[in-house]
């Protein structure tokens, strides 16, 4: 396994770097005429809107350049298609590219769901934060306060905190090390992991370090953290996450559920190759249910969940400030953040690559928003043990077009 894993690794480097080099070229000299252009600054059409007499809500955004560049860059790559949507101060831009299915050739639409990857984790980190309001938890408590099986399962060096859980900054090693060193990756994919069962395959990692104030990206957290949501609510996590948020947000299209519906004619269709073979990876086992990757959603849905997050519709003002509080790397409580140009503020949202890349910006008052999804080229090597993106070249220059088209929406 490890000779076959290594020969794919090879291909994959060799892909990389010609990607790296061809394709971030061009979009870097897209980003680079936006920026020349003025940060605060959004190109507009040469001809003005049809209707004059809408409103400035009422009309409809011109194109972005640079998210319209990056998506046909994609799909020239061998993206099977790419969904994107802008709001600012209630105008929308939103495209779709490719096809729902390459093999059908059924064109995509922007309603069409996806895989939403790390954005799973502003959604669990929501109802913890719930639960915290509620009096029921406290982000200094034990993890083993409320999940006494902790220790035994992935044996801490020392006291995990419910707060260290929420910004990664808790220790714990992740899972997908000792998964793909007990099976093959096309077995790991197959594979559904309870919650218990990816922790007890986490605990088979080493701890890196004893001190918990440094940051270490690990799904496994967002498993504990879903653990304890279930005990303390008496309900499947994707019960919770659709009365917390969900329901109340209108957010139809959205679940983690647990079961997949592979055949719903609204799904995007994911490929990989494995071994000289092509399978579907739209919903496989491995993210089924999973509280840190787990949920399908469009990209209008993601939307509209970080404006109501933002304008203080799901959480208080003060326990929102304390999400937006971040550790290191930019992380805080199920947030990320970056540089608003045009504001001097953040940018606040979250990031991560399955067999989609997904990413979601919305400023501090929801206001200005993008949200931009696509599926993996076929042929692109998936890496389970970073499904933050990091190492990933593809979904960093989408974070870099995210945060561009953003600052071009002043």
Not at 66 to 91: C, S, T, W, Y
Not at 240 to 253: C, K, Q, T
Not at 260 to 280: H, L, W
Request: include cysteine; aromatic fraction near 8%; charge should be negative.
């Amino acid at each position: 396994m490890e000779a076959a894993r290594a020969s794919r690794t090879s291909r994959t480097s060799r892909r990389s770097r010609t990607y790296r080099t061809s394709r971030r070229a061009g979009v870097a000299a897209v980003l680079a005429l936006t920026l020349v252009s003025g940060a605060c600054t959004y190109p507009l059409t040469s001809e003005p809107p049809a209707d004059t007499s809408l409103s400035d809500s009422q009309a409809a955004l011109p194109e972005s350049p640079v998210a319209d560049f990056f998506a046909h860059e994609m799909l020239n790559r061998g993206a099977p298609a790419v969904v994107v949507q802008i709001k600012v101060r209630g105008r929308e831009w939103s495209q779709a590219y490719g096809s729902q299915d390459v093999e059908t050739g059924e064109p995509v639409a922007v309603t069409d769901r996806i895989q939403a990857g790390g954005i799973t984790q502003s959604m669990v980190a929501v109802s913890v934060l719930k639960l915290v309001q509620e009096g029921k938890l406290g982000l200094e408590d034990p993890v083993t306060e409320y999940f006494p099986e902790f220790e035994q399962i992935d044996h801490p060096p020392g006291p995990v905190t419910i707060r260290s859980l929420l910004n990664h900054s808790s220790g714990l090693p992740d899972a997908p090390q000792a998964i793909l060193k007990a099976m093959p990756p096309k077995q790991a994919i197959d594979t559904r992991f309870g919650i218990q069962d990816y922790l007890r395959m986490a605990g088979t990692v080493p701890w890196a370090h004893a001190n918990f104030q440094l940051y270490r990206y690990s799904d496994a957290n967002y498993f504990v953290l879903a653990a304890i949501l279930q005990k303390l609510r008496g309900r499947p996590l994707g019960d919770v996450l659709n009365s917390d948020i969900f329901a109340p947000l209108g957010m139809s299209h959205t679940s983690l559920a647990a079961e997949p519906d592979r055949d719903a004619r609204d799904m995007i269709q994911s490929y990989e190759f494995i071994d000289g073979e092509r399978i579907n990876a739209s919903q496989p086992e491995y993210l089924i249910a999973s509280p840190a990757e787990g949920v399908i959603s469009t990209v209008g849905d993601i939307n509209t969940f970080y404006a109501a997050l933002m304008q203080g519709r799901l959480l208080t003002a003060d326990t929102l400030r304390d999400m937006q509080t971040m550790w290191q790397e930019d992380h805080g409580l199920g947030l990320q953040r970056w540089n608003d140009e045009c504001t001097n503020g953040f940018y606040y949202g979250y990031g991560g690559s399955t067999w989609f890349a997904s990413i979601a910006l919305s400023t501090s008052d929801g206001s200005r928003q993008i949200a931009m999804s696509f599926a993996y080229p076929s042929d692109t090597e998936k890496h389970l043990e970073s499904t933050d993106g990091s190492g990933q070249p593809e979904f960093e220059q989408l974070r870099e077009v995210a945060i561009a088209a953003m600052n071009g929406l002043c």
